[in-house]
């Protein structure tokens, strides 16, 4: 199995703009997890998905941020417009049940807003 | 739900055992303790996780102490791919994903 896809794995991009990032889970897995990981937060959870539904997106932390399952083989985390704060790693992760031991990240999508 | 707290960082000798110890005074009954890890520029990744007994796999052992206020997570034989950061997480299995916490965890360093 190919693993948690994430794309871009890097990307810079000005203040303002519109960042999109990807994801495309295992093949089979039901939830799709969106964390976002900082020096200062640490390891932080926006949304969860299940069966492409959004189940609870409380960590997401404004109306800058949004994120769609449009199927089951595709995510995306839109940040419009990006501010410098948002840099950070952003991981996609997905597991087949609903339980701690069975969640897979991606190797994450690296963000720098200049 | 339960915190946990750990050391932030520790060194251990390369093919020595390394003991990541974790702290959970106030877990309850029904939280498992979880173990991941994340090795540099990658994803965190599950080890083990445990209830009340102690548990082993390819990867590590869990011991987890008779009142389950702590615990440890024991890499038998470290190898210098063992360095990571390394997240002990209390949570009952049920109540939604925002309650896997993951904290500063311990900076586990292999020295060769």
């Known amino acids: 199995d190919a693993g948690v896809i994430q794309s871009p794995r890097h990307e810079v991009t000005e203040m303002g703009q519109e960042v999109t990032l990807r994801c495309k889970p295992i093949?089979?897995?039901?939830?799709l997890f969106w964390y976002r990981q900082t020096m200062m937060r640490g390891l932080e959870l926006l949304i969860y998905?299940?069966?492409?539904?959004?189940?609870?997106d409380s960590g997401m932390p404004e109306d800058r941020f949004s994120a769609k399952m449009p199927n089951a083989s595709f995510s995306t985390l839109k940040i419009q417009p990006s501010e410098p704060r948002d840099s950070a790693v952003y991981f996609c992760?997905?597991?087949?049940?609903?339980?701690?031991?069975?969640?897979?990240f991606g190797e994450g999508s690296w963000l720098t807003v200049v | 739900d339960a915190k946990t707290t750990q050391p932030p960082s520790m060194d251990c000798a390369e093919g020595r055992a390394a003991n990541l110890p974790c702290n959970h005074s106030?877990?309850?009954?029904?939280?498992?303790v979880y173990w991941y890890r994340q090795i540099h520029s990658q994803g965190p990744q599950y080890i083990i996780h445990?209830?009340?007994n102690n548990e082993t796999n390819e990867m590590a052992s869990l011991i987890i102490t008779e009142d389950r206020k702590s615990s440890t997570l024991i890499l038998p034989h470290a190898t210098l791919r063992d360095t990571a950061v390394y997240y002990c997480?209390?949570?009952?299995?049920?109540?939604?994903?925002?309650?896997?916490?993951f904290g500063p965890g311990t900076s586990l360093s292999v020295i060769p």
């Open positions: 992760a997905s597991s087949w049940t609903f339980s701690g031991n069975t969640i897979y």
């Open positions: 093949s089979g897995h039901d939830y």
């Open positions: 998905f299940n069966n492409n539904v959004p189940i609870d």
């Open positions: 106030t877990i309850s009954g029904n939280e498992y």
């Open positions: 445990g209830l009340k």
């Open positions: 997480i209390a949570w009952d299995g049920k109540t939604s994903y925002d309650k896997v916490i």
